[in-house]
């Protein structure tokens, strides 16, 4: 009976050790304007003022993750993905890579029975664009950029997202500096030994 609990216990454990994904959606309407970049190494001259969303973001394992855009009023999503920082006036200082349009079954932005609707869809890793099945590669501890935004000019509107199918969890917000990690491991160490001389 004994092995049984314990089994079980271990079961649990496995199963709630499962990475997350992050999900979020937004709407590019009105948002500030760029020119976004055609290819890793020249300039949009149909997206030369298109409309553009961040996400800052990090990753608790580094590995391959996934990036997944499907526009639900947004009629031409185009994303890309930009390491270390953002910056619209710069547009390929980080850049880690981008794409256009997606035909095929999303993996985790379900809602729509998965399936991606060209224009209106976009993503990076699990088969598509230049990272094909392996995904974008990313590094613990480093902050990350989702960036959604259009094809051309006249393209804006919400969208639903997602970011993750990797080996670590996927977490909104920039990176923790050493010091907040530092302080909550001392406030975990002093409730623990308050524990200890309770007992």
Do not use: C
């Amino acid at each position: 009976m004994k092995r049984l609990a314990l089994l079980a216990a271990v079961a649990t454990l496995a199963a709630g050790a499962q990475a997350v994904n992050l999900f979020y959606s937004g709407d590019t309407t009105g948002a500030p304007t760029w020119q976004r970049p055609l290819s890793m190494t020249g300039l949009s001259g149909t997206g030369s003022a298109v409309n553009y969303h961040v996400q800052e973001f990090h990753v608790t394992v580094t590995g391959n993750y996934e990036f997944e855009v499907f526009g639900t009023t947004h009629p031409d999503t185009y994303i890309f993905l930009y390491e270390g920082g953002f910056d619209p006036n710069n547009q390929f200082v980080g850049l880690m890579g981008g794409d256009d349009d997606f035909d095929g079954t999303f993996t985790m932005l379900t809602d729509n029975g998965g399936i991606g609707g060209g224009f209106n869809s976009s993503k990076m890793g699990g088969g598509e664009g230049q990272y094909g099945d392996t995904g974008v590669a990313m590094t613990a501890g480093v902050n990350y950029y989702a960036i959604v935004t259009a094809f051309d000019n006249a393209s804006f509107g919400e969208f639903n997202a997602a970011i993750g199918n990797g080996q670590g969890d996927v977490i909104a917000g920039a990176v923790p500096e050493p010091t907040t990690m530092a302080i909550f491991g001392l406030g975990a160490a002093a409730l623990a030994a308050r524990k200890r001389r309770k007992s």
